[in-house]
């Protein structure tokens, strides 16, 4: 009996190794690598909009293309290679340099949608350069040392690996800084949303790179599985937005459109004028006709508002009437408008329009993009949740 027993314990776990096996083939033979195809081939072929404004966007892509294309051949190269544990640590080493290519191939193309001046040539290579000695010198040492010397290399290539991801981070975020500004200075309401997907695609790149590292480190089948699970979701995900951002860049062009110089730091978004800043005559004359314009026509309760919309009423330039705003209001043209509508917000609450009404339409009746924008705003200008301040007056007057 217990021979049988023992028996049909080894069965199943022979059926369950068997399994894994069966499904590891499946997915690194025929889905990850079909889909990185497809989705390569996608990058070259699918039309780009002719817009000058997409020029690195095009390298972008392009780069994104050879970077699908090179993964899908490694994944063919490696499990078709059979690897014996002599070359695991080939193994880990080459999981390293493709991770540290990918990390700067995702980089650099997420830098160039939210920041259409991009990268420069010199920057790239100079980045591309960090990338690419470590791992010229690991392949050097492995090829020409000894296994407890290529050992303690790749553990130090791992913790420089590591380094690389957060310059690919501190590169991400001083560019997203500087959209974030761009946007904010030209839209009244949360247009940034339309690009929100970048942030969240870079952070599940970082996720992705921290993956690779633990694959390295301790690789398992069950490791390698669901490593390659998460990167056939990532890369799907990012290869679709990546493509389809071509075809929504119109909504944000204008407020992209920079000159090719040094742009300034983003400024406090408290609306509170600079003791430092001194407005000129002129932007200070620019600034009160905004503030008339908007204020006489109540321009502020469109969503849709623009710098770009106020400064043609005015027959000025928009980025001069930006300049007008954050000198002499010391807030982004967000954040100035926005102003305007929690006012307005403050005025209806006090006049009991929630009584009848839902804050889904007073966001509207103001301006709001959404009912979440306006609670944002109210609790960022008055310091107090629009919830709890009905609450708080609904029981007062009972």
Known sequence: MWNKLLTFAKSIHYNKKQMQEIVHTIVNLYILPGLLLGLGLCFFFVPIPDNERLKKYRLARRAMGVSYLMYCGGIFFEFLSDASESDLLLQKFIVLAVGSIQAFMF??????????????????????????????????????????????????????????LLLCVRLFMHHHSLYMKLINDYFSNDEYDLLHWVTKSFKSALLVGICALVYALFTTSIVSLLFD?????????????????????????????????PYESPVSEVAVPSSTTVASPELSR?????????????????????????????????????????????????????????????????????????????????????????????????????????????????
């Open 107 to 164: 980089t650099y193309a997420m830098v160039t949608l939210i920041d259409i001046r991009s990268l420069s040539t010199h920057s790239v290579k100079n980045f591309a350069l960090i990338i690419s000695t470590p791992i010229l010198v690991s392949f050097l040492v492995y090829a020409n040392c000894s296994e407890l010397v290529s050992t303690i290399v790749f553990y130090l290539y791992a913790a420089l690996y590591f380094v690389q």
């Open 229 to 261: 699970v998460i990167f056939l979701l990532y890369y799907v995900y990012f290869g679709v937005r990546f493509i389809n951002y071509a075809f929504s860049f119109h909504y944000i062009e204008e407020a992209m459109d920079v000159p090719d110089t």
């Open 286 to 398: 620019i600034y009160n006709n905004v503030r008339r314009v908007v204020e006489g026509q109540e321009l502020y309760k469109l969503q849709n508002l623009t710098v770009g919309d106020v400064a043609s009423l005015l027959d000025e330039n928009y980025r001069t009437v930006s300049k007008a705003i954050r000198n002499c209001c010391g807030c982004n043209f967000s954040n100035f408008i926005n102003g305007y509508r929690v006012k307005d917000a403050i005025r209806l609450v006090s006049e009991n329009y929630l009584d009848d009404n839902t804050i889904e339409s007073l966001a509207q009746s103001t301006g709001f993009s959404s009912r979440m924008s306006l609670l944002r705003a109210y609790r960022k200008e008055t310091g107090v949740s629009l919830i709890d301040y009905v609450a708080i007056k609904k029981n007062g007057s009972e």
